[in-house]
């Protein structure tokens, strides 16, 4: 019950419950569009080039930024790309998964646009509050996000270029933003190499995604890799071009004078082939398997490289 000018107005339980379920559904889909389950690699990223900085133990500041970081380029930055993704591939996702939000019609253009809108301008605000490199890095990110998904460009139409879009703005971009956040712009030569050589490898990551919607991207003239190779040549290119990157990461890092750190990547490399070697018999029913076993160790591998061989040669 409520007072509006001396009267009594009372509202009905079941009138705010349903409005206060209505918000708490709209919330659910705008997060659901916002893919939550691919927020991890960016944000896994961001804290390696911190680490790499050689500055995460400058508490509290580092703690802070660090975590600003990781909200920027998973929650909001990726959330953000995920939406525009998932927008203009609502056509394909009506045949691979039609039951997702937006092609099913539970998430309209109206709250597509609301999300995407506070999603970019808490983005940029976190960007330039984290400094102008990683302002610029952001900026870097969007095009490339823009440039993977929206007509007329929509590199996501090959394999190899689409591929290589979004893992280094996975993957390379976060890392660099990492460590400039920490380092107030300054970005040292061997945390460059490792976020080049770290995406390179990324690129057979991004790969792996692709096998579970060969069906619908033959139908749209979508040519990823598997779609291009087949599925097992797909799946053995997936492999060896992680395989390079981490045994340059290894080489890098001898070379520096880090044998321990590059000894131990070797062995977590070794540890991913058998991995391999299982996932390529059935790259496609066994996507998610390898997603959490031999990509887990490549990316246990990156915060090795930051801390073992980044950190410790900061400067160079």
Same mark, same amino acid.
Not at 72 to 94: F, H, K, T
Not at 287 to 306: K, R, S
């Given at each position: /019950?409520?007072?509006?000018?001396?009267?009594?107005?009372?509202?009905?339980?079941?009138?705010?419950?349903?409005?206060?379920?209505? #918000?708490?559904?709209?919330?659910?889909?705008? #997060?659901?569009?916002?893919?939550?389950?691919?927020?991890?690699?960016? /944000?896994?990223?961001?804290?390696?080039? @911190?680490?790499?900085?050689?500055? %995460?133990?400058?508490?509290?500041?580092? %703690?802070?930024?660090?975590?600003?970081?990781?909200? /920027?380029? $998973?929650?909001? %930055?990726?959330? %953000?790309?995920?939406? #525009?993704?998932?927008?203009?591939?609502?056509?394909?996702?009506?045949?691979?998964?039609?039951?997702?939000?937006?092609?099913? !019609?539970?998430?309209?253009? *109206?709250?597509?646009?609301?999300?995407?809108?506070?999603?970019?301008?808490?983005?940029?605000?976190?960007?330039?509050?984290?400094?102008?490199? *990683?302002?610029?890095?952001? !900026?870097?990110?969007?095009?490339?996000?823009?440039?993977?998904?929206?007509?007329?460009?929509?590199?996501?139409?090959?394999?190899?270029?689409?591929? $290589?879009?979004?893992?280094?703005?996975?993957? $390379?971009?976060?890392?660099?933003? $990492?460590?400039?956040?920490?380092?107030?712009?300054?970005?040292?030569?061997?945390?460059?190499?490792?976020?080049?050589?770290?995406?390179?490898?990324?690129?057979?990551?991004?790969?792996? +995604?692709?096998?579970?919607?060969?069906?619908?991207?033959?139908?749209?003239?979508?040519?990823?890799?598997?779609?291009?190779?087949?599925?097992?040549?797909?799946?053995?290119?997936?492999?060896?071009? /992680?395989?390079?990157?981490?045994?340059?990461?290894?080489?890098?890092?001898?070379?520096?004078?880090?044998?321990?750190?590059?000894?131990?990547?070797?062995?977590?490399?070794?540890?991913?082939?058998?991995?391999?070697?299982?996932?390529?018999?059935?790259?496609?029913?066994?996507?998610?398997?390898? +997603?959490?076993?031999?990509?887990?160790?490549?990316?246990?591998?990156?915060? *090795?490289? @930051?801390?073992?061989?980044?950190?410790?040669?900061?400067?160079?």
């Amino acid at each position: /019950m409520a007072k509006l000018g001396g009267a009594q107005i009372e509202v009905p339980v079941a009138v705010v419950s349903a409005s206060s379920g209505a #918000i708490a559904q709209k919330i659910r889909l705008s #997060i659901a569009i916002m893919d939550p389950v691919t927020w991890f690699a960016p /944000m896994w990223a961001f804290l390696c080039g @911190a680490a790499a900085s050689g500055h %995460l133990g400058d508490w509290p500041v580092s %703690l802070a930024r660090t975590a600003a970081g990781m909200l /920027m380029a $998973g929650p909001v %930055l990726l959330g %953000l790309s995920q939406i #525009i993704n998932n927008y203009c591939d609502r056509d394909v996702d009506a045949i691979n998964e039609p039951n997702r939000p937006i092609p099913s !019609g539970r998430v309209t253009m *109206v709250q597509v646009s609301v999300t995407a809108l506070v999603l970019l301008a808490v983005g940029i605000a976190l960007a330039f509050a984290l400094g102008r490199t *990683v302002a610029i890095l952001v !900026g870097i990110g969007l095009l490339l996000a823009a440039s993977y998904s929206i007509h007329p460009l929509r590199f996501k139409r090959n394999g190899w270029l689409g591929n $290589g879009t979004v893992s280094f703005a996975y993957e $390379g971009l976060p890392w660099l933003a $990492g460590t400039a956040a920490l380092s107030h712009g300054d970005i040292g030569r061997v945390s460059i190499i490792l976020a080049l050589l770290y995406s390179i490898g990324a690129h057979g990551i991004m790969t792996v +995604n692709d096998f579970k919607s060969v069906e619908g991207d033959i139908r749209e003239g979508i040519r990823t890799l598997p779609v291009m190779l087949g599925e097992r040549n797909a799946a053995l290119y997936c492999c060896a071009i /992680m395989n390079v990157a981490q045994i340059c990461v290894v080489v890098l890092a001898i070379t520096n004078g880090r044998p321990l750190a590059g000894m131990l990547i070797l062995l977590l490399t070794i540890a991913q082939w058998p991995t391999q070697l299982i996932w390529m018999r059935q790259p496609k029913e066994k996507a998610q398997w390898y +997603n959490g076993t031999g990509i887990m160790l490549y990316v246990v591998g990156m915060l *090795v490289a @930051a801390f073992g061989i980044a950190a410790p040669l900061v400067g160079r």
